[in-house]
């Protein structure tokens, strides 16, 4: 339908660049646009406005993901200029704001893995827990507790917001401040589950996982990796945790989230500790 919409406007290879560059959260679009495009961005908000009926504004990526809150530059294109909408998830309401901290639609099949995982009974840090998708999701359908730590004021605000806008306050915690810090000041081998979605940086706070995760506890470790073949990806992903790791580990599961770039993939391999 969207591509129909753009037949005008858009031969049909630009058109499928776009569409596959284009994310919807609530009432808001976000589509990133190439240089080559950039010229029709107006032409391409409106066209998107009047097309995608639940949507209310259309903001184009102006940077990457970038910076320690892990949050993008956008621009308004179409509609209203506001950030803040309403997304549901697995039976869960968020309150995001898309500029003010970070939110991908795209692992949503990643945080529905995690609950499934998680027994009842458990108690799960995540240490960059931004909103709070990961941990009110896991908390919604799992007896567990889960400590969402975030160095983005923002983000713990909104998470704070979420977790009272699903009934979950006792059951996920809302915590400022640098995981690492946070973890040595009170949550030393409290986790059955750790969770470490900062995959640029995991190697640097590893130390910081072990330290938070009980003795024979669970790692989610994300990372991003080059691979010449896709087939590669998760191998070596293994390959490199157990290079670095500090402890005795074995890799339970390893899988692709989903590609970053060209041969360049997000990954996350499963792994338990013993200390
Ligand atoms: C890739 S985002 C993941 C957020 C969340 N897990 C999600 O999937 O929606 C990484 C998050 O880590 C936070 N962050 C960055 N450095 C941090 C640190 N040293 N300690 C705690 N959080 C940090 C950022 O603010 C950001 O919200």
Redo the contacts with the bound molecule.
């Keep these: 339908m969207l591509k129909k919409a753009l037949e005008g406007v858009l031969s049909e290879k630009e058109s499928d660049e776009l569409i596959s560059a284009f994310d919807q959260i609530g009432d808001i679009i976000i589509v990133r646009i190439p240089d080559s495009l950039l010229a029709k961005k107006k032409v391409i908000g409106k066209t998107l406005l009047e097309n995608v009926k639940t949507a209310n504004s259309v903001f184009c990526q102006s940077s990457p993901v970038e910076g320690?809150?892990?949050t993008r530059d956008l621009e308004i294109i179409a509609g209203q200029d506001k950030t803040e909408t309403e997304y549901k998830e697995f039976g869960c309401r968020f309150i995001v704001d898309v500029q003010k901290?970070?939110?991908?639609p795209r692992?949503s099949n990643e945080r529905n893995r995690i609950a499934e995982q998680i027994l009842d009974g458990q108690t799960v840090i995540?240490?960059?827990?931004?909103?709070g998708?990961?941990s009110i999701i896991a908390a919604k359908n799992k007896k567990c507790i889960v400590y969402n730590?975030?160095?983005?004021p923002d983000?713990v605000e909104l998470c704070e917001k979420n977790i009272k806008l699903n009934k979950l306050s006792g059951k996920v915690f809302s915590i400022q401040?640098?995981?690492?810090q946070i973890i040595k000041e009170k949550l030393e081998n409290k986790g059955d589950r750790v969770l470490m979605?900062?995959p640029e940086r995991s190697d640097e706070f590893l130390d910081s996982a072990v330290a938070a995760t009980k003795n024979n506890g669970i790692i989610h470790y994300y990372s991003h990796i080059h691979a010449d073949k896709k087939s590669e990806a998760t191998k070596l992903s293994e390959n490199h945790f157990m290079d670095i790791s500090p402890v005795v580990s074995k890799v339970l599961n390893s899988k692709i989230v989903r590609a970053v770039g060209p041969r360049y993939y997000q990954t996350v391999v499963d792994v338990k500790i013993t200390k």
């Design positions: 320690d809150f892990r901290a970070f939110f991908s692992l995540n240490m960059f827990g931004g909103i998708m990961f730590i975030d160095i983005n983000a401040g640098d995981a690492a979605l900062l």
